[in-house]
């Protein structure tokens, strides 16, 4: 992500290429960034005994 920014900061063009390029690097941040945000999203399975705990601790709290 930060070579990407980096790049986007000292776009080397001019004109319609320079306006293509922003967008390119706009967009391939734009992933970059949906791609780390799902990566932390992925459920990891518990143990039955993790989940009684789980509960046991909801009905304490409630």
Same mark, same amino acid.
């Given at each position: 992500? !930060?070579?990407?920014?980096?790049?986007?900061?000292?776009?080397?063009?001019?004109?319609?290429?320079?306006?293509?390029?922003? =967008?390119?690097?706009?967009?391939?941040?734009? @992933?970059?960034?949906? =791609? !780390?945000?799902?990566?932390?999203?992925?459920? @990891?399975?518990? !143990?039955?005994?993790? @989940?009684?705990?789980?509960? =046991?601790?909801?009905?304490?709290?409630?």
């Amino acid at each position: 992500m !930060q070579l990407a920014l980096r790049q986007l900061l000292r776009c080397p063009f001019q004109g319609a290429t320079k306006r293509m390029y922003l =967008e390119s690097k706009i967009l391939e941040l734009l @992933v970059l960034m949906t =791609e !780390q945000e799902q990566s932390r999203t992925i459920a @990891v399975p518990l !143990q039955m005994d993790e @989940v009684d705990r789980i509960h =046991e601790a909801r009905k304490i709290l409630l």
